[in-house]
């Protein structure tokens, strides 16, 4: 193959500095989760998940299955085509008004994942709006730095939840120019919220759209689960909420909301939407279930128990002296600050302990602050804890880690 030694040096560079990733064959069991069966060369054997982002368990959730069999049944497996040629189904259509209606907009906009939904929106927002200037948070994700950068549009990165220099920024530039702040509501490798109140002020004295990515507190938080601007009573005040299907509702998918004149314009203009094909049917039936499910009283249960939890394990894991770093959401990140010792604690963990939680490492997070990211869900138990604190112990001590401070 021509030029085949770049990419072998490519390959190269990533294992020398110890963060080549490699997945692991998970076989989960409906009705089971946490536990999954893991395959190895030499045999399976039953592991604990700790890294999930299906938050509340809803992928394995009787409801979801049951709406996902009904639609496959009747529709089959695929959706046709795009939206605009034959990829439009009833299930599409009702997800979309539940979607607008869980966040108290004129309209929603389906996409095949976050990712799509951001990087197509964003992307399109510099073509509708000239001369436009994105604000975007220092850590905001890939999929939005994406958007951004293909929109063509001017851009200006302040530090990140750094509202001073968000000012700043706005202050110097032209108040003429319509302008846009990207912010995400919950951080997910540190586990920290977006300043949102703050940032609403300030898009309201510069006259400035607000953009929220709410992926990581979509089904988590607020009375039905619409995100943290519905816990805090600030929707009103955002003018485009994105969202995914893939975390706390538990299936696949992404989509935006907001007015319904902003919506259309995205739909009829954003390659990532009209050249792509639509989300199956059976994924939207499934996703509908889980949104409808998580604005009822057991929703609420959910949540309430999945904070519990997170609030639990930080308590664990600061008790027995390991170094979890300050986290107001669900996320427990427990900082390690080494590729290679990041790697060799997770697979001891998976290998010695059946406990399977993967590393973080650059470029997900910088270089020297490399984590292993806990996701406790309302199923995790405290007795897997004291059995995930233990072993952890165990290995820290091996790999001559230090503890917290």
């Known amino acids: 193959m021509k030029h085949l030694k770049a990419f072998e040096d490519a390959l190269g560079e990533i294992h020398g500095e110890g963060r080549y990733r490699v997945f692991i064959d998970l076989q989960r069991q409906r009705g089971k989760f946490p536990k999954a069966i893991a395959r190895f060369e030499d045999g399976e054997r039953e592991v604990t ?20 069999h009904t639609a496959i049944d009747s529709f089959g497996a695929g959706s046709g085509g795009t939206r605009n040629i034959s990829g439009t189904t009833r299930y599409h259509v009702d997800l979309e008004r539940e979607l607008a209606d869980l966040h108290q ?30 604000y ?52 997910s490798m540190d586990g920290d919220f977006g300043r949102m109140q703050e940032i609403c002020d300030l898009a309201d004295e510069f006259n400035a759209l607000t953009y929220l990515d709410e992926v990581h507190a979509m089904g988590l938080y607020g009375e039905n689960g619409a995100g943290v601007a519905e816990m805090l009573n600030l929707a009103d005040r955002i003018d485009i909420i994105e969202g995914t299907l893939a975390k706390g509702y538990g299936v696949m998918g992404g ?40 604005r009822t009283d057991e929703g609420r249960r959910l949540r309430s128990l999945h904070q519990e939890n997170a609030a639990l394990l930080k308590k664990k894991f600061a008790d027995a002296g ?66 995930l604190v233990a072993a952890i112990l165990a290995v820290w001590k091996q790999l001559g880690l230090d503890k917290a401070a």
Request: with cysteine; net charge negative.
């Open 49 to 68: 998940i700790w890294c999930s982002n299906d938050y509340l368990g809803m992928g394995q959730d009787e409801d979801v299955i049951n709406a996902m």
């Open 105 to 134: 907009k004129e309209a929603a906009l389906l996409f095949t994942s976050g990712y799509v939904s951001n990087e197509a929106t964003l992307s399109t927002l510099g073509k509708i709006l000239p001369n436009l200037i994105i």
């Open 136 to 187: 975007s948070d220092s850590l905001n994700h890939a999929s939005m730095i994406e958007g951004i950068r293909r929109s063509g549009a001017d851009r200006r990165i302040f530090r990140h939840n750094d509202v001073d220099h968000l000012r700043a920024l706005l202050e110097l530039d032209d108040p003429e120019r319509p302008k846009l702040i990207a912010f995400e509501s919950v951080y």
């Open 255 to 294: 989509y935006i909301a907001g007015h319904e004149t902003v919506i259309d314009s995205i739909r009829s203009m954003a390659s990532g939407f009209i050249f792509t094909t639509s989300t199956c049917p059976v994924m939207a039936a499934g996703a509908l279930a889980s949104v409808s499910k998580l």
């Open 322 to 387: 390991l170094p979890v770093m300050d986290s107001p959401s669900h996320i427990v990140p427990l900082m390690v600050g080494d590729p290679e010792r990041c790697k060799a604690l997770s697979d001891t963990l998976l290998f010695d302990f059946g406990i399977y939680v993967q590393p973080i490492n650059y470029p997900t997070v910088p270089r020297g602050t490399e984590r292993l990211r806990f996701t406790p869900s309302p199923v995790h138990d405290g007795a897997m804890m004291d059995e």
